[in-house]
């Protein structure tokens, strides 16, 4: 018997067990985007952003509501212009982080 009788089928069942994990990973990488604030409701906890093409989300340039958490919404400004991530959080569209752009 040589190493690969015994090395190779384990490293086989390691790759094919790491695959859903590569793949969720893949998921969660979400592009970042242009855009320009249009409206912040920190009471309702929403962004109100006209973007480019989101493709993660297979969504067209639009203006959207979004969901966002407290400390996005706090530094985002009407008429901002800037780059942000959006994913599906519990069914909602939802602002995952956001930078300004100068």
Known sequence: MNIFTHTLPRLLLAAALALPAIGALAQDAAPQVQGEIRKVDAGAGKLT??????????????????????????????GDKVRFTAQRVDGALTVTSLETQQ
């Open 49 to 78: 952003i006209r973007h480019a093409e989101i493709p993660n989300l297979e969504m067209p340039p639009m203006t959207m509501v979004f969901r966002a958490a407290p400390e996005l919404l706090a530094k985002a400004r009407e």
